[in-house]
């Protein structure tokens, strides 16, 4: 990122929320479960799978966990009424993760025994550092006794390696993601070429090992060399799945859905949108851009 990219980007978190809005509505469904699935139907219509994720980090209190659990629950049964083509993603820190491991265990653990009541997916996002064993070991725990969830493994972890090793003997279902939080060069990988690195060689363990893979990424570089993996080991369409987040190379996203490989969006939506699209400005400077000359030249911006 060059200076100017850089600078632009800590601006952002000073940016007037409503011009935020403006910019992340290409990011977010909306703040109702409603505007998300709307949105869903028209991705299912253009023959892309959805997975829904409501907003929410950082809760403080059981209450909010709960409430979290609840609205998860609701948004599976809205995927049945409505005859969607999606899951659910989840972050365990909205539901509870820091605070109380076995409490967060076993409202993951009631989310996804009623998305096997409807015969439906839950994937676990992963989050930082600080969340990834816990993250893990709810998921292992889990998988153990239900087989309709699956994990994130980040391509910038060191550790990753590891963790696919540890994973692959269960066949486990796995999103692979570069990673998006910053982390210390000590546990991860920071360059970009050494990240694309260790993602093809963690897809093609993973693709090895019989895993359902949900292949994460806007990346030119990456998706070819995932296509290249795919017709060297003469996987089915059925056998893995590529995935984005809704609003992110459209371009991409279409060609690869011409071809015949499943494309599954990232959809998210719910009233805690800010966090998320703060997120996305920092990885994209050129919209960063976008959002500070609308600032500075209010008279001149186009969403
Ligand atoms: C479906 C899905 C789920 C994810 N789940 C997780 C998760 O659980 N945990 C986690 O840490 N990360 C998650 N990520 C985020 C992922 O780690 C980031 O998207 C990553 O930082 C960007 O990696 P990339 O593969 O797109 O490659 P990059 O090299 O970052 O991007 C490649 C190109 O894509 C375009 N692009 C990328 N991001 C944007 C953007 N926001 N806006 C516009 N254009 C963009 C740009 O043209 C860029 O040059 C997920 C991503 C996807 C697609």
């Not at 990219?5 to 509505?25: D, G, Q, T």
């Not at 998210?268 to 960063?288: H, L, T």
Request: with cysteine; hydrophobic share 40%; proline share 3%.
């Amino acid at each position: 990122m060059n200076i100017l990219n850089r600078l632009v980007v800590a601006c952002v978190p000073a940016v007037p929320k409503p011009i935020v809005r403006r910019f992340a509505n290409r990011y977010i469904a909306g703040e109702t479960l409603d505007e998300a699935v709307r949105v869903v139907r028209q991705l299912n219509e253009q023959g892309m799978m959805a997975t829904l994720d409501v907003l929410g980090e950082d809760i403080t209190t059981h209450e909010e966990a709960t409430a979290a659990v609840v609205e998860s629950e609701q948004v599976l049964h809205r995927i049945t009424s409505e005859k969607l083509n999606a899951n659910l993603s989840v972050k365990l820190t909205s539901i509870g993760l820091k605070l109380d491991k076995s409490f967060c265990l076993d409202n993951t653990k009631r989310i996804v025994q009623t998305a096997r009541s409807l015969d439906n997916f839950v994937r676990i996002d992963m989050e930082d550092s600080t969340c990834t064993s816990d993250t893990i070991d709810i998921y292992r725990s889990l998988s153990k006794e239900m087989k309709n969830v699956g994990i994130v493994l980040q391509a910038y972890m060191r550790r990753s390696a590891a963790d696919t090793a540890k994973l692959i003997p269960a066949k486990s279902n796995i999103r692979l993601c570069k990673g998006i939080y910053n982390e210390s060069p000590e546990i991860a990988f920071k360059e970009h070429d050494e990240i694309n690195r260790n993602y093809v060689s963690l897809l093609r363990t993973m693709l090895e090992g019989k895993c359902y893979v949900g292949i994460a990424t806007h990346d030119t570089q990456l998706v070819e060399s995932a296509l290249q993996l795919i017709r060297e080991m003469n996987l089915q369409h059925h056998e893995y799945e590529f995935q984005m987040l809704l609003g992110v190379r459209k371009d991409l996203r279409d060609s690869i859905v011409r071809a015949g490989h499943r494309m599954r969006i990232y959809v998210p939506f719910g009233k805690d949108w800010y966090g998320y699209s703060i997120r996305r400005f920092k990885e994209n400077p050129q919209v960063a851009g976008q959002v500070f000359r609308s600032i500075v030249f209010p008279w001149n911006s186009h969403s």
